[in-house]
């Protein structure tokens, strides 16, 4: 069994992960965790990230069936000029 890192609850209900922990799994600022509860023992698993343009799509593919729609969101995102992934950072800090 790897050994346990132990962590301290604040006030506000936050926790910090070890850097070793953080280094390990490639954890980032502003990375995103799934928690969940298995066996009385709280889980937290590491959200793979996505580029804004695989947001946008994602998105589109939940809520648009339509293909053809999902094809002009395609032509649509190649024709932006800035950089999608570095403004859904901003959006997540704020």
């Not at 709280?42 to 946008?56: C, F, M, N």
């Amino acid at each position: 069994m790897k050994s346990m890192k132990r962590v301290k609850v604040t006030s506000k209900g936050q926790i910090t992960l070890p850097r070793s922990l953080r280094v390990q799994l490639n954890i980032k600022e502003g990375d995103y965790l799934d928690a969940s509860i298995h066996s009385n023992s709280l889980l937290l698993k590491p959200v793979p990230r996505q580029t804004g343009a695989e947001i946008i799509q994602e998105h589109c593919k939940q809520y648009y069936s339509d293909k053809a729609a999902l094809e002009e969101t395609r032509q649509i995102l190649k024709k932006i000029p800035f950089s999608l992934s570095e403004r859904a950072s901003k959006l997540r800090e704020e």
